[in-house]
């Protein structure tokens, strides 16, 4: 069987695509992640997902899975804070609101890339200044796009998730599987 190699350092996609049972091995890309001048949310993460895909050297035959994810507040990209007090403003943000996940992904077999941006709407409940607090004291949402992790403790803050669960945890499972599926590559049922 050809090799699939996921091009992310991430431990949660990690996790979801073992979920699958698929055999993989892992390559973190080097991408600078800076969003260009006026790029919606959307182009974002489909530009970084493809970037990455391309990125990472692989066998010809292998497939690479590569991903970004961010949280899209009223049109405005919140990535990764850049320390505690980013996280705390995007976390008051964020309070009482719905905002969107999006997540791209690309898949690639040789030069053939196929790309979508999967979105789900995640509406959080009132955060007060001492949950924001204690969120921010686990250490949790400092390398988390938008400050926070749903699969995490930041789950207590979630009211109701609206579109994929595993898109909000950074890899939407069903995306993944049909762009393989469209390559030739079936990760199930194969």
Do not use: C
Request: aromatic share 4%; net charge negative; charged share 25%.
């Amino acid at each position: 069987m050809a090799p699939v190699v996921l091009a992310s350092g991430s431990p949660r996609r990690r996790e979801l695509l073992e979920q699958l049972g698929v055999t993989f091995s892992i390559a973190s890309p080097d991408v600078d992640e800076t969003p260009f001048a006026g790029e919606d949310p959307v182009a974002y993460v489909r530009r970084l997902a493809v970037d990455k895909s391309r990125a990472v050297a692989a066998a010809d035959d292998a497939l690479v899975i590569a991903a970004d994810t961010t949280v899209d507040l009223g049109g405005d990209i919140l990535a990764k804070p850049v320390d505690a007090d980013d996280a705390k403003a995007m976390l008051r943000r964020l309070s009482a609101r719905t905002h969107r996940v999006h997540t791209g992904v690309a898949v690639r077999v040789g030069d053939d890339v196929r790309s979508e941006v999967v979105t789900s709407l995640v509406t959080f409940t009132p955060l007060t200044a001492a949950s924001i607090d204690w969120y921010v004291g686990t250490g949790e949402p400092l390398d988390k796009a938008g400050a926070s992790a749903v699969q995490g403790a930041g789950g207590v803050f979630v009211q109701r998730v609206r579109g994929s669960v595993s898109n909000v945890v950074g890899l939407p499972l069903h995306t993944v599987a049909r762009l393989a599926a469209e390559l030739g590559r079936p990760l199930v049922g194969d």
